[in-house]
C-alpha cells in the first residue's frame, strides 16, 4: 500500500530556522510530514511532500490573510524566484521510519509578470492565496500571472511527478505492468 502523509493531515510544518537554506528546508519539512505516518505505517510506502517559494534566500511561506498575500505578491511583482519541493519516502519494512528514508528536491525557475496594483490586490482577496506558499496558484487563476517557467510545471504545483516517478521505479516501490 501507499500512503500519502498530506492526506492524513498527520503532521504540522515546522517554521524554517533562522539562516535556514530553502532547499534545506523544504526537505526538513517534507520530513516532518512523511516519520510520523511512516512510523504508524510500517508496511506502506509513504510519501510527504512540501513546496516552498524562495526569492533569492527568504523563504515565502503561506499567507496568514490577504495582505499579507498582497504583500507577498507585490514582492515577487516583475522577478523571477524558484519554487522547491521536496519529497519524503518511507519504503516499507520492519526497521526504523528514519533508516526506510529516502529524500529528493526539485526546483524550477518561476517568472512572476509585472502587474498593476489593483490585480494584485484582486487576486490576493479571491481566496486562493491562503494555502499556497508563495501567495499563489499556478495551476489556478495565480497562473495567469506567471509569465513563464524554466524547469518541471508538476513541481511548481506541489508533486516534481518525472523526478518521483523515475525515484518510485529506481527503489522498487513502483513497477511497470504488462497490459
Avoid at 510530514?33 to 510519501?47: M, N
Wanted: charged fraction near 15%; include cysteine.
Amino acid at each position: 500500500p501507499v500512503v500519502t502523509a498530506d492526506s492524513l493531515g498527520a503532521f504540522s510544518e515546522p517554521l524554517p530556522a533562522a539562516g535556514q537554506e530553502p532547499e534545506a528546508y523544504a526537505r526538513a519539512a517534507a520530513l516532518a510530514k512523511t516519520l510520523p505516518v511512516a512510523a504508524q505505517h510500517p508496511e506502506a510506502c509513504v510519501l510527504g511532500a512540501d513546496t516552498i517559494v524562495a526569492l533569492g534566500k527568504d523563504i515565502l511561506g503561506k499567507p496568514k490573510d490577504p495582505g499579507e498575500a498582497l504583500a507577498m505578491l507585490k514582492r515577487l511583482n516583475g522577478r523571477a524566484h524558484r519554487v522547491i519541493t521536496a519529497c519524503a519516502i518511507a519504503k516499507p519494512g520492519t526497521e526504523a521510519a528514519r533508516q526506510r528514508l529516502e529524500t529528493i528536491v526539485d526546483s524550477t525557475d518561476v517568472f512572476f509578470g509585472q502587474w498593476p496594483l489593483s490585480v494584485l490586490e484582486a487576486y490576493a482577496t479571491c481566496g486562493e492565496p491562503m494555502d499556497k506558499a508563495g501567495a499563489y496558484a499556478i495551476q489556478g487563476a495565480g497562473g495567469g500571472l506567471i509569465t513563464g517557467i524554466q524547469g518541471s510545471w508538476s513541481t511548481v504545483v506541489g508533486l516534481p511527478l518525472p523526478l518521483l516517478l523515475t525515484h518510485l521505479l529506481t527503489l522498487g516501490v513502483i513497477a511497470p505492468r504488462p497490459h
